[in-house]
């Protein structure tokens, strides 16, 4: 009786390391899909601030007696726009630490 329920046991406790283990990849496979999303979202924004930095420079270069100098706005909008992408960075940075403690935590599950 003790063989089969120690067999019972063992199998469970498998059973619950291959659940947590198909977790975790749907976790990753999740936060990988997020990042990607975030990326494309970026890389579109970025592209239309380009756009429009290089629209705003062809207007300035047609212009020729204004000075090549950007507004007050632009700059606060191209400020904005890196301090952005910086805090993104940092975030995808840190969750992939995150990601990183977390497993090295399952190893050393004793």
């Known amino acids: 009786e003790n063989y ?10 498998q059973n619950q390391n291959q659940n947590q283990q198909n977790q975790d990849q749907n976790q990753d496979q999740q936060n990988q899909d997020q ?3 975030q990326d494309q ?5 970025q592209d239309q601030q380009d756009q ?3 629209r705003n420079q062809q207007d ?3 212009n020729q007696n204004q000075e090549p100098s950007i507004s007050p706005q632009q700059a606060q909008q191209m400020l ?8 993104q ?5 840190n969750r992939e630490k995150a ?4 497993s090295k935590q399952k190893e050393k599950n004793w």
């Open 35 to 37: 990042d990607q999303n």
């Open 80 to 87: 904005n726009a890196i301090q952005a992408r910086e805090k």
């Open 60 to 62: 300035s270069n047609n």
């Open 52 to 54: 429009n930095q290089d």
């Open 4 to 13: 089969i329920y120690a067999k019972k046991m063992l199998e469970n406790q």
């Open 99 to 102: 990601a990183l403690l977390k």
């Open 89 to 93: 960075t940092q975030d995808k940075v």
């Open 41 to 45: 979202n970026q890389d579109q924004n």
